[in-house]
Structure formats: C-alpha cells, structure tokens
C-alpha cells in the first residue's frame, strides 16, 4: 500500500479539526465535474446520454473554483465526462494547485499526449488514469480497440515528464479475482504507476450494460479472493486497510456520501455522483436540506449493492482518524 505522507497528514488535520468544531457534515473530497462529454462510450458508465446541448456545455473556471472555495475540500478529484476535452480545463488545474488543493484528475488517457505539456509537476497534481483490466478486457469495457496501449502509452509519457501518476480500476461480476490480481501485479510490478484506486462497479442507472454490476457478496468474495496471501500488502493502493477491510466484509461502514460531495454544470448533486435525487444550487443547501440518513444498505433500495468509494471511502477515512490503532495500522501498511 502506498498514501502519500503529505497527502495524509493533511487530510488527517483537516478531519481532526472539523471534528473539534463539531460539524458533523463536512467534504473530505469534492468530485468536480467541468463537463460530461466524453469521447468513450464506456459500458459502465452513461454520462454521455446527456442531451447533445449540455454535452457541449464546458464549466467555466470562475465557477469551478468558487465550488471548491465554497466547500473547503482539501481533495478534488475532477472528473466527467473525459476532462482533458475541456479548453480550460489546465487553468482550472493550476488554481487549485495555487491554492495548495490536492487534484486528482481522472482521464482515459487518450488526449493526454495532446494536453500533457500545459500542465506542471507538483506534489498537489496527479494524473489518475483509468485501467479496468488487461488489454482485452479494457478494451472490452471501454467499447474502443486500442484504448488500453494508449492509456498505458500515456501512463509511461507522464511518467518521463516528472509526473505523479495513478491508476483508478472499476471491477464488474464478470471479473474474476484472479483478472483483479492481473492488472494489479500489471500496473504495480510492470508498469509501475506511483498508486492505485480500486472499487466494485456500482449500477449506474444511465449506464449501456446494466447485467453486470456487482452485489454485496460479489464483491466480498472477489476482493477476499484476490487480496489473499499478502497480495494487498504489496501493491502500491491508495486505500485505508479499512476501506480494504470494508470491500473483503471483514468490517461493516455506514455510508457518508457528504463526505465526497459532486458538482456539476447542474449544481450540487444529490446525495452523490452515482445518484441524482436533484441538485442544489449552493453546497450550503446541499449539506443543510439533504436527508442523508436516508441514504445507505438497509434504507434506500438503491444503495443495496453499493460499495463505491464515494460512500464508503469516506466513512474508512473517519474510521482511521478516530482510533488510533487504526492511525498507525495505516502509516506502516
């Protein structure tokens, strides 16, 4: 396992000191959404189904920055759509970084030899590249021969120009755990990416293949399967043990989707980036009018098989945070 020390005494603060001034909804990573046009049309996702007037909808950076000034995230992960499509999107970028923001900007990979060079290093930027699986099956899920070597080709180009740079795997039920094992020991051993984020699919209603998405069990004999005999120790995850803990069904979480809050060219969504029970026209609206605990296993019949990072890894972070044989378990794992 690897988390970035900077990274994690920062977050570790921030909680810490949300927690002192007892608020009780508070953002650990803000999900931006600048666009939802994509030039993929990956099975598991249905971002593009938007009409073609907001596909060609870019938000502007005025905007994207009063939502992360508004929330107060230390984290923003901006996502889409395919972001690298965004004009601005470099701008966007260097702001946050400015402001000593950690950004994750998750990309297919395709356009990033294009855009690679109006970008910086820096220890606030990471390039997170989506890989879900070995060349067939990459290829497989994202509809588009070819689209696994250039991700890879990607991944190496950043890599040369001082980049951080990690992988983000999404894993179906007909992934078995030994395709999970596969593009891990890839990614870690042969391709050798600086971290890596995994998470069971969730059934995104808008997505084409609806026949594939995970349930609960599914996904603990998966994991279980796939992180035996050590494997979980050696990869360079950016996971907590206990989010690790929570995808094997060796602990249970509640869910805290405030705790990765989206906003889109439609607002604040509600209560999360997978689910849209409606927006929010100010963060603040957002956490005071939100019923979040009607949210999670055992009392929305939406969230039944959910296991996403966006509920879950957030309720790992609170967990770690609070316990501090949990605390050190983290640092040394």
């Not at 349930?215 to 990869?235: C, I, L, P, Q």
Request: with cysteine; glycine share 6%; aromatic share 10%.
């Amino acid at each position: 396992m690897t988390v970035d020390i900077r990274y994690a005494v920062r977050v570790g603060s921030y909680v810490a000191k949300q927690k002192l001034k007892r608020n009780k909804h508070f953002p650990i990573v803000l999900e931006l959404e600048p666009l939802f046009a994509c030039n993929l049309a990956c099975t598991g996702c249905g971002k593009i189904q938007h009409p073609a007037s907001v596909l060609k909808q870019r938000m502007t950076v005025e905007d994207a920055i009063a939502a992360v000034e508004e929330c107060g995230a230390p984290v923003v992960a901006i996502a889409g759509g395919e972001p690298l499509m965004h004009p601005k999107l470099h701008e966007i970028v260097a702001e946050l970084v400015k402001r000593k923001k950690f950004v994750l900007l998750c990309t297919n990979g395709l356009l990033l030899p294009k855009k690679i060079d109006n970008f910086t290093p820096s220890p606030y930027f990471t390039w997170i590249v989506h890989i879900d699986g070995l060349r067939e099956r990459h290829d497989l899920v994202t509809d588009r021969q070819g689209t696994f070597d250039q991700a890879i080709e990607a991944i190496k180009l950043a890599q040369s120009k001082g980049f951080t740079v990690g992988t983000n795997s999404t894993f179906f039920n007909n992934d078995s755990p030994q395709d999970v094992i596969d593009v891990l020991d890839h990614l870690n051993d042969v391709v050798g990416v600086d971290q890596m984020q995994i998470s069971p699919a969730y059934a995104y209603e808008k997505a084409p293949d609806q026949d594939h998405f995970l349930g609960v069990e599914e996904t603990r004999a998966m994991f279980s399967k796939a992180f035996a005999g050590g494997n979980r120790k050696k990869w360079r995850l950016n996971h907590s043990p206990i989010f690790l803990d929570f995808l094997e069904g060796k602990t249970e979480l509640d869910c805290t989707a405030w705790g990765i809050p989206s906003y889109s060219l439609f607002g604040w969504q509600r209560p999360c980036y997978l689910m849209n029970d409606g927006y929010a026209s100010t963060y603040k609206e957002l956490v005071e009018e939100t019923d979040w605990d009607a949210y999670g296993r055992g009392k929305d019949p939406r969230c039944e098989n959910c296991m996403a990072h966006c509920g879950y890894e957030p309720s790992a972070v609170l967990a770690t945070t609070s316990s501090l044989r949990e605390s050190i378990r983290a640092a040394v794992s």
